[in-house]
């Protein structure tokens, strides 16, 4: 099973409102990242936040991050009709942190 | 920087017939992966490199599949002989070498097996 799974599977909200998406994770880690992708595109990263952080910002972007329940959430604020898109988050599956195992995402649709 | 490039975009083919995926990395990244997408399964990581060398290819679902990557620009993904079931996307994405670094994922080929 895959290492992330993301909370809900797809979410529609009417633009302006904002948009949680929760990630849980099975092993330790020592960071998580999320990331986007559009349709028929490959994935952008967002933000990484570390172990020892538990909450993060980019612009409209706010992440959390509770290691001791495995799990994290991105929030996005005053959503756009841009910010559909499938949202995935991702953590390290080797000790060196190249090898990323991805969850099963969350598609997001923003209502006009 | 152009980012990673991947061709071709879209290939269509026969089953049996072998199929090469191609990538091209950002320059100055030492790592490269080729992920697998589709609705079934998500994204799985089929293989990656570091340093031109191949670490892990666990991911790799059979023979039929095989990566290389002669040099630090160049790898490709080969499907001989393609089955219907390869159908997906291929994704190619590179890192950087730093501990915290990011993948850049490229296009992505979309490809279907008739």
């Known amino acids: 099973s895959q290492q992330g799974e993301e909370d809900p599977q797809a979410l529609s909200i009417q633009e302006g409102e904002n948009a949680t998406m929760n990630c849980s994770y099975k092993?330790?880690?020592?960071?998580l990242q999320w990331y986007r992708q559009n349709s028929g595109r490959g994935l952008v990263h967002l933000i990484l936040?570390?172990?020892?952080?538990r909450e993060k910002h980019s612009g409209r972007l706010r992440v959390t991050l509770d290691t001791s329940k495995k799990s994290s959430s991105l929030l996005i604020t005053a959503s756009r009709a841009a910010d559909t898109a499938s949202y995935f988050c991702a953590t390290p599956t080797n000790f060196g942190n190249e090898k990323l195992t991805f969850g099963t995402g969350t598609r997001l649709t923003i209502i006009p | 920087d152009a980012g990673v490039i991947q061709s071709p975009r879209h290939e269509v083919t026969e089953m049996g017939q072998e199929v090469t995926l191609r990538c091209k990395p950002i320059s100055g990244h030492n790592s490269l992966f080729w992920y697998r997408q589709t609705m079934m399964r998500g994204l799985e990581l089929l293989i990656y490199f570091n340093n031109n060398v191949p670490i892990d290819d666990s991911g790799m679902p059979e023979d039929r599949f095989s990566a290389k990557m002669p040099n630090a620009s160049f790898s490709t993904l080969k499907i001989q002989p393609s089955e219907p079931r390869d159908s997906a996307v291929y994704f190619c994405?590179?890192?950087?070498?730093?501990?915290?670094?990011?993948?850049?994922f490229g296009p992505g080929t979309r490809l279907l097996v008739l």
């Open positions: 092993t330790s880690i020592n960071n």
């Open positions: 936040i570390r172990s020892n952080e």
């Open positions: 994405a590179t890192r950087g070498s730093g501990r915290l670094e990011t993948q850049y």
